[in-house]
């Protein structure tokens, strides 16, 4: 059964980081496209940044410059650092992942709480 487990959520001070990590079970890691999400109270989910099987990424504009997505597929990890934290940050950050061969076949985590405040 397909599983994604996402670990490294928490609290931090504004300007602090965080680094968010991702496994994949059951899956053939490389065909899928990784995401991180989040979603705050009375918000909806959005995305925050992908990464293709090759390494492409893309990011939300909030957070550009400030979080980085990346992987590794022998590890079948992908991870999110998350730098010079805002308080607009804080949300429960999600794990997604997207077969691009057969986009029906989409993953969620069970999401990290992260918390930004002073």
């Known amino acids: 059964q397909v599983q994604l487990v996402e670990s490294g959520g928490g609290s931090a001070r504004p300007g602090g980081s965080l680094r968010l990590s991702c496994v994949a079970f059951?899956?053939?890691?490389?065909?899928?496209?990784m995401a991180w999400y989040r979603q705050a109270p009375g918000n909806q989910r959005e995305l925050v940044a992908r990464?293709?099987?090759?390494?492409?990424?893309n990011y939300a504009d909030a957070v550009k410059g400030r979080f980085t997505i990346s992987r590794d597929n022998a590890k079948n990890t992908v991870n999110l650092q998350m730098n010079s934290l805002k308080p607009e940050d804080t949300a429960v950050y999600y794990c997604?992942?997207?077969?691009?061969?057969?986009?029906?076949?989409?993953?969620w985590g069970q999401g990290t709480q992260v918390t930004v405040s002073s």
């Open positions: 997604n992942a997207v077969n691009y061969f057969v986009p029906s076949r989409t993953y």
């Open positions: 059951d899956i053939v890691f490389s065909v899928y496209h």
């Open positions: 990464i293709t099987g090759g390494g492409d990424t």
